[in-house]
């Protein structure tokens, strides 16, 4: 079992900067990759962000050049680094780990963007 906490989250004006936080515990030397997911009201969860294990990351077209994953190994813990938000960032966001069996969910965490 793994457990993710995320935090980091809140209200920010558009061109602001947030960054998250996704501390993990558990069965982590299991996990494969790490990722960022978020979910606006009205629309399906998408991936923005990933980071595997050796560190190769990818990121979701609308966050390119914005935002940036990065993990700590030592701590446990993978950072969301977002610039230049914009109000379609609006959306609760919530960190994931996978290893080779199944997905891990943290509880989410709310970012507002306000024009």
């Known amino acids: 079992q793994v457990q993710l906490v995320e935090s980091g989250g809140g209200l920010v004006q558009a061109g602001g900067s947030l960054r998250l936080s996704c501390a993990a515990s558990?069965?982590?030397?299991?996990?494969?990759?790490m990722g960022w997911y978020r979910q606006a009201p009205g629309k399906q969860r998408e991936s923005v962000a990933a980071?595997?294990?050796?560190?190769?990351?990818n990121y979701a077209d609308s966050v390119k050049g914005r935002f940036t994953i990065s993990g700590d190994n030592a701590k446990n813990t993978v950072y969301l680094q977002m610039n230049s938000l914009k109000p379609e960032d609006t959306a609760v966001y919530y960190c994931?780990?996978?290893?080779?069996?199944?997905?891990?969910w943290g509880q989410g965490i709310q970012v507002t963007v306000s024009s």
């Open positions: 980071i595997t294990s050796g560190g190769s990351t």
């Open positions: 558990g069965s982590i030397f299991s996990i494969k990759v």
């Open positions: 994931n780990a996978a290893d080779y069996v199944r997905d891990y």
